[in-house]
């Protein structure tokens, strides 16, 4: 929805930039659930 003015067109260009971000954290790693607290989550 911020595309359609024109002042909202750069704030909804920089919202379609963060997608990857917000998709796949900086830092994260995925572990099994059956050993939530292994030494390696830590």
Do not use: H, W
């Not at 909804?12 to 607290?37: C, H, T, Y």
């Amino acid at each position: 929805m911020l595309c359609v003015t024109i002042i909202g067109i750069p704030f909804g260009i920089a919202n379609f930039k963060l997608v990857p971000v917000s998709l796949m954290p900086l830092g994260r790693e995925i572990v099994r659930s059956d050993q939530p607290f292994a030494q390696q989550r830590f």
